[in-house]
């Protein structure tokens, strides 16, 4: 997902009130639930972005899904839905979690590999990135077959490609041009 402007400027407005409140970490939490329950339902998504709903029911919708379980995210309702934006709220949220990282001197890595991979590969990829960046590491594993052996390495909007499907679309690409 490509997060405009727009989203950043509302996400980094929020953290400033977070960082101000001494409620970022609260908010981070908040956030993440958000977005896991809008990236869950599709239903909610089609709902958020249709332009022939009107901006009150909307929030209505929003305040009552998440009701008192997330008592901090009424004020990212209440901003988007005042400047009828309800509709970038999941943008807003992941422009948010980027810079919460950044604040927080957090790299987000993520490793695709075909099978599991087991607590000394996953230590030895923290100590790579390490070596590169300076940070604490937060993993995410992805499970991929389609790679057929191999990983792919995603961080600070790099991409370390070593599986086998790249090499045989390599080659591939190669011979067609021979």
């Known amino acids: 997902m490509t997060i405009g402007t727009t989203s950043k400027r509302y996400a ?3 953290i400033l009130h977070a960082i101000d409140q001494g409620k970022l970490d609260m908010l981070f939490e908040e956030i993440l639930s958000l977005s896991n329950i809008l990236e869950e339902s599709e239903e909610l998504r089609d709902f ?3 332009p022939t709903i009107s901006k009150d029911l909307k929030k209505s919708l929003l305040d009552d899904i998440t009701g008192n ?3 901090n995210i009424s004020i990212l309702f209440n901003l988007l839905s005042t400047n009828n934006r309800i509709d970038i709220i999941l943008s ?16 987000e890595v993520k490793v695709t590999t075909p099978i599991e991979i087991s607590d000394e590969v996953e230590s030895t990829i923290k100590k790579y990135v390490s070596s590169i960046k300076n940070g604490e590491i937060k993993l995410t594993k992805k499970k991929d077959e389609s790679l057929i052996a191999g990983f792919t390495l995603d961080f600070d909007n790099t991409r370390l490609d070593a599986s086998i499907r790249k090499r045989l679309n390599m080659m591939k690409k190669q011979l067609k041009t021979n």
């Not at 807003?92 to 790299?107: M, R």
């Open 92 to 107: 807003v949220c992941s422009a948010f979690v980027k810079l919460y990282y950044d604040h927080k001197n957090i790299i």
């Open 48 to 50: 958020i972005s249709n």
């Open 69 to 71: 379980s997330l008592p």
């Open 12 to 14: 980094k407005a929020l």
